[in-house]
């Protein structure tokens, strides 16, 4: 390989270390970071033209990200997904409903917001409820973590990498969730299965009144209201097929016209280090196309069986448990591109790498981000995971794969 290959190779290598690992040791750098020292040096190193490293950045996933991020910080704000989980959880009257509730809620706000935003409001809530009634979190964590994987799966907002297949493919929203929300429910049922099948034991007994939900942040009704409604027309918008990203910049940009909330208090709200992250892993990728390296990887796999959808999902899972689901998406983009059938093929990346992230414990954000916000009260292992996450992941990758071939 030439000089520039080299180069390339090592970033990328480096790059996707921290990626796959969270982390450096002995340096704190974290993903974003790793990302962002990968881009500067693919154009110091020459790999990239500074033009070429700008052009590289998909604004319009950006745009998409930050728009629904400004969104989902709104309704937060407004105490919208407390008072939704409180008045849903009250419906429970035996932890095996309260089970099945919690996947639902969790798979359905997936689908209409970022997942592991989802996380991050549904976890301490799920997690006081099991407590006051007496039973085990652990269950009902993994139903949170894994209803989020599996429901994200239904349309374009509802992860990362769904929208930068959306972006990529310019697929649209209605096609995407005719074609992926019938996974997603069935998906959602296996998950409630499965878990009811696992933790048998710690959900037995028990029924009578709903549980007592922990009070939430107050209603603001005005906010709420202006949220839900701007909401509804992101979601209108979306299915008529407004661009996404310029539907998302939309709404954003009529909840930031306000007089009841201050700018810095939604700003707060905005994952930063996820958009970082996103921009540099565009020009990461960018530099590895450039010196040839993807074409490359893609001459490995034999010639027959690159149009082979049951391959390209078994390889899209693997990676996504490598690297992570984003950085698997980037790297896959250019193969999705070269089916006979691209759209198949895109609908097939979105599904493996979202529902790969069901295998492991650390095979997903959103696993993480529940694991550790219930670390003080439930501890989750790697093989109490895994005993419900290696089936839950290969039934929905294969019934998904059927579904697509069909």
């Known amino acids: ?7 390339a190779a090592v970033i990328f290598a480096l790059t996707y270390v921290v990626l796959g690992f969270g982390a450096l040791r002995p340096l704190r750098i974290d993903r974003a ?10 154009v110091a190193f020459g790999v990239l033209t500074p033009q070429q490293a700008v052009a590289a950045v998909d ?11 400004i969104v989902v910080a709104n309704l937060r704000l407004a105490g919208f997904f407390g008072w939704l989980a409180g008045r849903s959880l009250r419906w429970a009257h035996a ?19 970022v997942n592991d935003t989802v996380c991050v409001l549904l976890t301490p809530v799920v997690l006081e409820t099991a407590l006051a009634l007496g039973l085990s979190p652990v269950p009902l964590l993994l139903a949170v973590a894994m209803g989020a994987n599996v429901g994200s799966v239904a349309t374009i907002v509802g992860n990362p990498q ?3 297949v959306a972006s990529f493919s310019g697929i649209r929203y209605g096609r995407f969730a005719a074609a992926l929300a019938p996974v997603a429910l069935v998906g959602l049922a296996l998950t409630v299965v499965l878990l009811r099948l696992a933790f048998r034991r710690e959900l037995a007994g028990r029924s009578g009144a709903g549980p007592p939900v922990p009070p939430g942040r107050p209603l603001h009704r005005g906010l709420l209201v202006k949220s839900l409604v701007v ?3 992101l979601v209108a918008a979306l299915a008529i097929g407004v661009p996404p990203g310029l539907a998302a910049l939309g709404a954003a940009s009529a909840l930031l016209v306000t007089r009841r909330v201050k700018p810095a208090k939604v700003y707060a709200q905005v994952d930063w280090a996820l958009l970082t992250m996103f921009a540099g892993l565009f020009v990461v990728v960018e530099g590895v196309e450039r010196a040839g390296l993807a074409a490359r990887w893609l001459a490995l796999v034999d010639p027959q069986q690159r149009e082979s959808l049951p391959v390209f999902v078994a390889v899209t899972a693997v990676i996504s448990n490598l690297v992570s689901n984003v950085p698997a998406v980037l790297v896959l983009k250019g193969w999705a591109a070269r089916f006979a059938e691209p759209s198949h093929a895109w609908l097939a990346l979105a599904m493996a790498s979202t529902l790969a992230g069901n295998l ?9 981000i529940v694991v550790e916000q219930a670390r003080r009260h439930a501890r989750v292992g790697f093989w109490t995971y895994a005993r419900v996450g290696i089936p839950l992941t290969l039934l929905t990758l294969a019934l998904g794969t059927l579904w697509l071939l069909r």
């Open 162 to 164: 769904n929208m930068l």
């Open 360 to 368: 492991t414990l650390v095979g997903s954000v959103a696993n993480l």
């Open 59 to 69: 604004f319009h996933t950006l745009a998409l990200l930050f728009g629904m991020m």
């Open 33 to 42: 970071g790793a990302t962002l020292v990968g881009a500067t040096a693919m």
């Open 1 to 7: 390989m030439p000089d520039r290959a080299h180069i």
């Open 231 to 233: 909401t509804a027309f």
């Open 95 to 113: 932890p095996g409903t309260l089970l099945a509730l919690v996947v639902a809620l969790s798979g359905v706000l997936s689908a209409l917001f």
